[in-house]
């Protein structure tokens, strides 16, 4: 900061100077009417010179500080514009984790629906094969037959979800583990 303020008294060194010589000037009695003009006209030609510097200096300043006003503008257009595609990002990234989980809870769905299969066609040849020849031996009741192989159908769907939330959990667990 002691640079700068050095700087600028060197700036207006000359100025000083000169204003130095004319309080000088001033303070000396005994001068002649053409030495007043002369130093009143050297005087005046160092103001004139002085106020076209300020002006080209306010001139200057005022371009400045129009671009910096530019620049400030362009800057806010361009953080508003950055903050709308954040926000459209955001949303996109929303919409496609939407998407991903969907897409995995519907490949989750159709290996727990394989899975189930599988288990229906063993429990069917378990009740075919074993249960029905042993049920129709020890009994004649045909609705008893019957009772058991609805039974068999309705424990399908709580198989399906008991299968379906261990698959969930465990593509969660390597999703979560694939992070790390």
């Keep these: 900061m002691s640079n700068k ?16 010589h004319a309080r000088n000037v001033m303070t000396q009695s005994g001068k002649d009417e053409a030495v007043w003009k002369e130093e009143y006209k050297s005087l005046c030609d160092k103001y004139d010179r002085l106020i076209g510097e300020a002006k080209i200096l306010t ?6 500080h129009h671009k910096l006003n530019q620049a400030n503008d362009q800057l806010k257009t361009q953080s508003e ?19 991903i989980d969907q897409l995995v809870k519907a490949r989750v769905g159709r290996k727990a629906g394989t ?7 063993g429990l069917f040849m ?16 045909q609705y008893f ?11 399908l769907k709580p198989i399906d979800t008991v299968v379906e939330k261990y698959l969930m959990r465990q ?10």
């Design 81 to 99: 514009e950055i903050g709308k595609i954040n926000h459209d990002l955001k949303v996109n990234n929303q919409i496609l984790q939407d998407t």
């Design 115 to 121: 899975i189930v299969l599988l288990i229906a066609v």
């Design 126 to 141: 378990l009740s075919e094969g074993l249960l029905e020849p042993l049920i129709e031996k020890n009994t004649e009741n």
């Design 171 to 180: 593509t969660l667990r390597k999703k979560d583990e694939a992070l790390l």
């Design 59 to 64: 001139s200057i300043s005022d371009r400045l």
């Design 5 to 20: 303020k050095l700087h600028s008294e060197e700036v207006f060194q000359k100025e000083a100077d000169f204003l130095e």
């Design 145 to 155: 037959v019957l009772f058991s192989k609805m039974s068999i159908a309705v424990l």
